[in-house]
């Protein structure tokens, strides 16, 4: 197939390009190669595309509460720009297990209005990607200061760590169906994040924040998806004791 991948320099866009390539020929459009080209605001689109799998964009919650315009720019306007430049082609799209909750912070929304501009379109999937890691997570983020024991505070959050090549695993099987709506990318096993370094001082007041995320992955298992990486054996093998195991609720 001819491919579009917007994003395809960041986290996970330089994961699946390198994936991708194998099998099919990919466009990358990514802001970090050219800011005047490579503007999804301005670019021109010429070429036609069997596929688009659209993952540019601004991530992260609490920067999104300094910069609510800028994520609104780059992630609602974009995406509305893409989905009518192509409005008979077959996307999938990058959300985020934020929009369950839209009105928490403005990335959510972000995902959320995206996901409803989406509905408007046939062949359309969004891909509500959960919580995204790998053994070189990105800088910032709460696995690299787990990892390199830079973390000054936790809260009492669960989340569902997913590693990034499961992702990839996701989406090359989303590729191959029909699916439309939203369809959720994680492992189905949240952690709470205070059990991976107990001795951390907790931090309550986090208002803006999920308080639980937990990926139902039911769709993606008739696909055969089976998540190969778990977060407790990455921090386990890091010398990180005391971790807590939830499944459903319930204490393994």
């Known amino acids: ?108 929304a972000s995902k959320y209005v995206i ?32 990892l390199d024991k830079q973390l000054e505070y936790v809260t009492n959050h669960y989340r569902d760590f997913v590693h990034v090549e499961d992702v990839c695993d996701a989406i090359l099987l989303l590729m191959k169906t029909r699916y439309s709506g939203t369809v959720d990318i994680g492992t189905g096993v949240p952690f709470r994040v205070r059990d991976f370094t107990p001795d951390v001082p907790i931090r309550l007041n986090t208002p803006n924040e999920r308080e639980w995320t937990c990926a139902n992955i039911d769709r993606l298992k008739t696909l055969g998806y089976k998540p190969k990486h778990s977060i407790e054996k990455l921090l386990t093998n890091n010398h990180l ?8 609720g319930e204490l393994q």
């Open 115 to 146: 996901e409803e501009n989406a509905e408007r379109y046939v062949d359309t999937l969004g891909m509500r990607i959960h919580t995204v890691y790998d053994s070189k997570p990105r800088k910032g983020m709460f696995v690299q200061k787990v």
């Open 241 to 248: 004791d005391n971790i807590i195991q939830f499944n459903n």
């Open 1 to 108: 197939m001819h491919i579009l991948l917007t994003g395809h320099r960041g986290y996970i866009g330089s994961h699946l390009l390198k994936r991708l390539k194998v099998n099919h020929s990919v466009v990358g459009i990514d802001i970090q190669d050219d800011p005047i080209r490579q503007d999804l605001l301005t670019c021109e689109f010429n070429e036609q595309f069997d596929l688009i799998i659209h993952l540019a964009g601004k991530s992260g919650v609490r920067k999104s509460i300094d910069d609510p315009a800028g994520y609104w720019r780059q992630n609602v306007e974009v995406s509305k720009r893409l989905f009518a430049r192509y409005p008979d082609t077959r996307i999938l799209y990058a959300s985020s297990s934020s929009a369950y909750e839209p009105d928490l912070n403005p990335y959510a």
